[in-house]
């Protein structure tokens, strides 16, 4: 059993972590305050094969294992995890294109979004579905030219900022079965968008409502089967939720290494605040449950990358045990920091807010214990 990155997995990190450093982390507090990414950045990382991490090399993707991927993300959220999650959510939507696309579909859409001149969005939540997705509203009906869609998605990122959206839509009966995936471009006719979300973290994430009124999709926009949707979604939420994982135990990393900084040159009673005993257990606490957090979460990617039958499950325990430990770890910080750590200027409330939605994205926590118990018991 070897724990040990390869060369080429200690690189792909380091190139990630590099970029963010230089070209994130300078700017992340003024993204935060403009509310918006600037479209620039998403080229640049294009150049670094990032806008198709898991996009089959045939296709001009990356081709990275899931493992590959996740180095990617935690690697650039110790940089700012807005901006690694909203990639994680361009590039879930492109394997989305890239495994059930039309090759018409994929010919259109795929180099540019590789490129990520073209910014893919992921439309499933809904104002009244959110754990229950499935319950979903929004409908699409067949026309001659392909499909029609009524019914309005909550919490998306990117909204009315990217340049296509993957919705889920009822094309069917009620329940999962009845759901479609279809592409939805910018400046569709009846395509519009809600007022910005003012959130309490992923500030320079662009978030609003997702709203179609007759909106029409050409019938080569619809991914794979009718009826296969809400499949296609879940499978696609395996991966995003170790890359939220990751983007978690990224940022916490960030945030217990700058307490480390920290308390070494935070005097109190005459010596720095790293020689208290008491500290330094709570140091050696977060660290102990950051390492066992990130070993648990490459166990469970190279499940998925193996297609092991209890990928899922350990997918959803991995995004449960991650998100939780990367908040616990970053309050931590937060605390060691006393006063100064609720200052903007020292960054480590930035990562507190920031990380506290990934325990409710990509599937509540709650959800993932239901998926967790019910593989046990079934």
Request: net charge negative.
């Amino acid at each position: 059993m070897d724990f040990a990155l390869t060369e080429e997995q200690s690189a792909i990190f380091d190139m990630a972590r590099d970029f963010g450093q230089e070209h994130i982390a300078p700017h992340a507090r003024t993204w935060e305050s403009d509310g918006t990414i600037p479209k620039d950045l998403w080229l640049k990382l294009a150049e670094l094969g990032f806008g198709g991490l898991y996009v089959s090399e045939e296709r001009g993707g990356s081709g990275l294992t899931r493992l590959d991927a996740t180095l990617v993300f935690e690697a650039l959220s110790q940089s700012c995890a807005s901006v690694s999650a909203f990639l994680s959510i361009h590039n879930m939507c492109a394997r989305m294109i890239d495994a059930y696309g039309s090759d018409a579909l994929k010919d259109r859409i795929l180099p540019k979004a590789l490129t990520m001149e073209t910014i893919l969005s992921y439309c499933l939540t809904e104002p009244g579905s959110g754990s229950d997705a499935a319950a979903l509203k929004t409908k699409a009906d067949r026309d001659n030219a392909g499909y029609v869609l009524t019914g309005t998605k909550a919490f998306i990122s990117g909204g009315g900022y990217s340049d296509a959206y993957i919705v889920m839509a009822r094309t069917g009966d009620d329940g999962p079965k009845g759901i479609s995936a279809i592409l939805v471009e910018d400046g569709a006719e009846g395509l519009s968008f809600g007022g910005l979300e003012d959130k309490m973290g992923w500030r320079s994430q662009p978030t609003r409502q997702v709203q179609m009124d007759s909106c029409p999709a050409p019938a080569e926009n619809l991914l794979g089967e009718e009826g296969m949707g809400f499949k296609y979604a879940m499978a696609g939420l395996d991966g995003g939720r170790l890359n939220i994982a990751a983007c978690s135990i990224g940022a916490a990393q960030s945030a217990l290494d700058q307490t480390v900084a920290y308390m070494a040159e935070r005097k109190a009673f005459g010596k720095s605040i790293d020689q208290f005993q008491g500290l330094q257990f709570r140091l050696a606490d977060m660290e102990i449950a950051l390492q066992s957090a990130r070993t648990f979460l490459r166990q469970a990617a190279w499940k998925l990358d193996q297609g092991a039958p209890d990928a899922t499950k350990f997918c959803a325990m991995a995004k449960k045990l991650c998100t939780e430990t990367g908040s616990e770890v970053a309050d931590g910080c937060l605390q060691l920091h006393g006063g100064y750590g609720y200052l903007a200027d020292y960054g480590i409330e930035k990562i507190v807010r920031d990380l506290r939605v990934h325990q409710i994205l990509e599937g509540t926590n709650e959800i993932m214990r239901l998926i967790t118990a019910r593989q046990m018991i079934q």
